[in-house]
Nanobody, 126 residues
Framework: QVQLVESGGGLVQAGGSLRLSCAAS????????MAWFRQASGKEREFVAA?????????AYADSVKGRCTISRDNAKNTMYLQMDSLKPEDTAVYYC??????????????????WGQGTQVTVSS
């Protein structure tokens, strides 16, 4: 049984930082891509960042977060992170981690992922 558990969300002032974590369990991540998505109230879920798990390098960032967010992973802990700096009120959303068991190249799209976490709320006040 695959489980993805996010943590680290909260309330922060504009300009502040948060680090989100996603702990994965239940299967090997050796050929996987993992990603962060977010969903603001009343909006569709959108891509934030993706990482090639085995190589450990970031595959892509959304333009809206590029330069302010860093995706990383700790292979020994089976945990992915999203460091978010210079947060803006428009970053307010529920943040989800997602697992693509076998890389298929379509990492921008929600349909490309096999498993999802329950989400963690990030609220940025102005």
């Amino acid at each position: 049984q695959v489980q993805l558990v996010e943590s680290g969300g909260g309330l922060v002032q504009a300009g502040g930082s948060l680090r989100l974590s996603c702990a994965a369990s239940g299967r090997s991540l050796s050929n996987a891509f993992m990603a962060w998505f977010r969903q603001a109230s009343g909006k569709e879920r959108e891509f934030v960042a993706a990482i090639n798990w085995s190589a450990g390098w970031a595959a892509a960032y959304a333009d809206s977060v590029k330069g302010r967010c860093t995706i990383s992973r700790d292979n020994a802990k089976n945990t992915m992170y999203l460091q978010m700096d210079s947060l803006k009120p428009e970053d307010t959303a529920v943040y989800y981690c997602a697992l693509q068991v076998q890389s298929n190249g379509a990492f921008y799209h929600t349909y490309a992922y096999d498993y999802w976490g329950q989400g963690t709320q990030v609220t940025v006040s102005s």
